[in-house]
Nanobody
Framework: VQLQASGGGLVQAGGSLRLSCAASGSIFNINDMGWYRQAPGKQRELVATITKFGSTNYADSVKGRFTISRDNAENTVYLQMNSLKPEDTAVYYC?????????WGQGTLVTVSS
């Protein structure tokens, strides 16, 4: 199983980015999918998760600005990030729970300039 994340980049404060993460390989059952991030010198933290039925959960710091969604037919999870702030700068990682085992993507860098 592989998770391929994309969509990171450099954006000014107040701007938007959309991250994508596609799962491929021997996939029989994807349960939760989610996004985490790790800023320099900090621990990895949860950003948002979504169940296969569409229930979502967000970190307080991104509520109202970020939206997580998924396409079950394409085994893909998305993160729409609006009103970005410099403190959102981090490497963003996708994660998927597949047949009760967790898999991580390679990370994509998001840099928000002030």
């Amino acid at each position: 199983v592989q998770l391929q994340a994309s969509g990171g980049g450099l954006v000014q404060a107040g701007g938007s980015l959309r991250l994508s993460c596609a799962a491929s390989g021997s996939i029989f059952n994807i349960n939760d999918m989610g996004w985490y991030r790790q800023a320099p010198g900090k621990q990895r933290e949860l950003v948002a998760t979504i169940t296969k039925f569409g229930s979502t959960n967000y970190a307080d710091s991104v509520k109202g600005r970020f939206t997580i969604s998924r396409d079950n037919a394409e085994n893909t999870v998305y993160l729409q990030m609006n009103s970005l702030k410099p403190e959102d700068t981090a490497v963003y990682y996708c994660r998927a729970l597949i047949s009760l085992r967790g898999y991580w993507g390679q990370g994509t860098l998001v840099t928000v300039s002030s």
